[in-house]
């Protein structure tokens, strides 16, 4: 167990639909990443927090959003789900977001978009 | 920049040795392995940082050539439980943020009995 909690671990929803996920990261970690991971792609970087402020944004497309609130959990708000967005979302935490800090992932939300 | 990793798929027999590479066009602060087991979470396994330092895990190892921008990891006399997808992180001066970690598309290591 990595300490990391995401919610919902399953996720069917209809394409035009607007989701959220959500994570806790580990006691202590100041720093959020959100990660997608499709079958040919890999784990794609979308975006990170430290302590409520975007830090590093990566390919998150314009439909996507992220915030961190002040208790350090964060969201990701997809919205007008396309088929493509079918995907394994990741969350990740460190202690500082900075360079040389390894990463806890959690165990993932699973999305379907039917 | 995303890194590129050889071989994309690797299978060996238990005791059998592999290396698996990673490469950046850019320039690297520090490479981070991973590896991720079928429908779990990736899992830290050690990062190196720029120095050409190389640092070991039980027996698996990786070297960090910071002038070639080239990572390698070695897994040494494999076991079952090495099987797994393999990736490697790099971290750069580039996009105007150290602290985000760009991903390979993984390395698919399946050891057999």
Known sequence: DSGVTQTPKHLITATGQRVTLRCSPRSGDLSVYWYQQSLDQGLQFLIQYYNGEERAKGNILERFSAQQFPDLHSELNLSSLELGDSALYFCASSVGGSVGEKLFFGSGTQLSVL | ?113
Request: one cysteine or more; charged letters at 20%.
């Open chain 2, 1 to 113: 920049q995303q890194p590129v990793q050889s071989p994309q798929a690797v299978i060996l027999r238990e005791g059998e040795d592999a290396v698996i590479n990673c490469s950046s066009s850019k320039a690297l602060y520090s490479v981070h392995w991973y590896r991720q087991k079928h429908g779990e979470a990736p899992v830290f396994l050690m990062i190196l940082l720029k120095g050409g330092e190389q640092k070991g895990h039980e027996k698996i190892s990786a070297s960090f050539n910071e002038k070639k921008q080239q990572s390698s990891l070695y897994l040494t006399a494999s076991q079952l439980s090495y099987s797994g997808t393999y990736f490697c992180g790099t971290e750069g001066p580039y996009g105007g943020s150290q602290g985000n970690l760009i991903f390979g598309k993984g390395t698919k290591l399946s050891v057999k009995p």
